[in-house]
C-alpha cells in the first residue's frame, strides 16, 4: 500500500481501509506465542472446591495465565506439582524444594449461599515456609474471574514491588462482514486484560474508531461514521448511555482524555485544516492548540496535563511534536521530539511521563518503537511488519498494539523493553484493531 503522508485520511482512516476485510467474530483468545527463558519459577497450585463438580471459575488457571503473560513468571503446569496441598492442610517442603519454583500459591473456594463465595488465598516461601500474602474475598459468581486477576496484582506486586496490571480492561473494535446484507458490521468492544468477560459497547455498519479511555475507566471517548461522516461521542459504560462531543464540519478524530478527566484533546479540521483543539468536557468550550499548514492530529497528554504530544507532517513527513499548555489553556510553540527515521506517529507517554511509544517506520516495516524522553534513546520492540495504535499498561510494563498476522488484524502485548515474546489476543476469524488499554479500575 503506498501511503501519502498529506492525506489526513491516511491517519485517520489507514487502520480500518487497509486491515479491516475479513469476517470477524468479536471474541478474544490468548496465545503465548514463545517461552521465557529468564521468566521466574512459582506453583500455583489448583484452588480446592467446597462443591461437588466443577467450581463456577477455575482461579489457579486464571492466575497462572495472568503470571505467564507478563513475561516476568512460569507458572509450574499442574501435573508438575509434587502435590496439592489444601490452604489449611500439611505442605511438605522438602517436596516443593525440589521445584524450581521459590514460592507457592494455595486456596480454595466455598459457596457461601445466594450466590455469593468466599475465596482465600495465600502465597508462601519454598525455602522458609513463612507466609508472604494472604487474603479473602466475599464476591458473586459474576466477580470471581476478577478476583482471580486481582490476586495475580497481589502477587505481581508483592514479588516484582511494581503494582500488576491484570485487574484492567482493554478496549478494542472488530469487523464483521455481514454474508446476508453483504456488508461489514463494526463493534466496539470491552473486555477483561486476558480477553475475557466481552462487553459491547456499540455495533454499526459505519466504521468505529480510536476509543479513549476516560481516567476513572468509566467512560469511553470514540469516533464514529453512523451519521456518514466523522462524529466524536462519549459513552458511560454501565448504563450505556452517551453524548456527541464534536461533530464539526469536516474531520472529527481522535479524541484523548486529560488525566484530570476535565479535558479531551482530538483533532478537528472544522477551520480548514486538521488542527489539534481542547474542549473542555463540562462547558463545551473549545481551545486550538495548534496553527500550521502541515496535518496535525494523534495528540496524547503528558500525564501531568501541562502538555500534548501529537503527530505532524508540518517537516514533510510525520513526527512526534510536543506542545505546552499553562494553565489558561493557551499552547506554547510545539517543539518536534523524533528525528531518527522518516515516519514516527501515534504517540502517547508512559504512565510516569519518562517515555512514548509510537509507531515507527524500521526497514521499510511499521513496528513498535519507545523513546526515552531524557536521553533521547529510541528502541523498536517488534518484529512484525505492520503495528498499530499502541497503549502502555497502567503499571507501564507492557504495551498493547494492533498487528497483522497471515493477512488478519489481531492484538499482542510485549514488554516495555522487547525482552519477552509477545502475548497474542487474536479473534477466532476475522480483524480486531484500534485497542486502547485502560487505566487501572475502581475497587
Request: hydrophobic share 35%; net charge positive.
Amino acid at each position: 500500500m503506498k501511503l501519502n503522508v498529506r492525506s489526513s485520511l491516511f491517519f485517520i482512516l489507514f487502520s480500518y481501509f487497509a486491515f479491516f476485510t475479513h469476517q470477524a467474530v468479536a471474541l478474544l483468545e490468548v496465545d503465548i506465542t514463545g517461552g521465557f527463558q529468564s521468566a521466574t519459577p512459582i506453583a500455583i497450585v489448583p484452588f480446592s472446591w467446597s462443591q461437588t463438580g466443577k467450581a463456577p471459575v477455575d482461579i489457579a488457571s486464571v492466575i497462572s495465565s495472568d503470571l505467564t503473560r507478563s513475561g516476568v513468571f512460569s507458572p509450574l503446569s499442574f501435573n508438575q506439582l509434587p502435590e496439592r496441598p489444601k490452604i489449611d492442610g500439611a505442605i511438605n517442603f522438602p517436596r516443593w524444594k525440589n521445584t524450581e519454583a521459590e514460592n507457592l500459591v494455595i486456596g480454595q473456594v466455598t459457596a457461601i449461599g445466594q450466590g455469593r463465595y468466599e475465596v482465600k488465598f495465600k502465597m508462601l516461601d519454598i525455602f522458609t515456609g513463612k507466609n508472604s500474602l494472604e487474603y479473602q474475598y466475599n464476591v458473586e459468581a459474576k466477580n470471581l474471574r476478577r478476583v482471580a486477576h486481582q490476586i495475580s496484582d497481589k502477587i505481581f506486586q508483592e514479588l516484582t514491588h511494581s503494582r500488576g496490571a491484570f485487574d484492567t480492561l482493554i478496549a478494542y473494535v472488530v469487523v464483521n462482514n455481514d454474508v446476508n446484507v453483504k456488508k461489514r458490521v463494526y463493534t466496539l468492544a470491552v473486555a477483561d486484560s486476558d480477553g475475557y468477560a466481552e462487553q459491547i459497547i456499540l455495533k454499526s455498519r459505519k466504521p468505529i474508531m480510536s476509543p479513549s479511555w476516560s481516567p476513572n475507566g468509566k467512560r469511553l471517548a470514540y469516533v464514529s461514521f453512523e451519521k456518514n461522516r466523522s462524529v466524536v461521542y462519549m459513552q458511560e459504560l454501565k448504563s450505556g448511555k452517551r453524548k456527541t462531543i464534536a461533530q464539526f464540519k469536516g474531520i472529527n478524530s481522535a479524541p484523548v482524555w486529560s488525566h484530570d478527566g476535565k479535558r479531551l484533546a482530538m483533532t478537528l479540521s472544522k477551520d480548514g485544516n486538521s488542527e489539534i483543539y481542547v474542549m473542555y468536557t463540562a462547558s463545551g468550550v473549545l481551545q486550538r492548540i495548534t496553527n500550521h499548514y502541515g496535518i496535525d492530529t494523534e495528540p496524547a497528554w503528558s500525564p501531568d496535563g501541562r502538555s500534548l504530544i501529537f503527530t505532524s507532517d508540518r517537516a514533510g513527513k510525520p513526527q512526534i511534536y510536543q506542545v505546552a499548555i499553562n494553565q489558561k489553556g493557551r499552547a506554547g510553540a510545539p517543539k518536534r521530539l523524533t528525528y531518527e527515521g522518516s515516519y514516527n506517529a501515534g504517540a502517547s507517554f508512559s504512565p510516569d511521563g519518562k517515555s512514548l511509544v509510537f509507531i515507527t517506520r524500521d526497514k521499510g516495516s511499521f513496528r513498535v518503537a519507545t523513546l526515552e524522553l531524557a536521553t533521547r534513546y529510541l528502541q523498536v520492540i517488534t518484529h512484525s511488519k505492520l503495528d498499530e495504535s499502541p497503549s502502555f499498561s497502567p503499571n507501564g510494563k507492557m504495551i498493547l498494539y494492533a498487528t497483522e498476522l497471515r493477512g488478519r488484524g489481531i492484538l499482542e502485548a510485549i514488554a516495555v523493553d522487547g525482552s519477552h515474546s509477545p502475548q497474542r489476543l487474536r479473534v477466532l476469524s476475522g480483524d480486531v484493531r484500534e485497542p486502547a488499554w485502560s487505566p487501572y479500575r475502581s475497587r
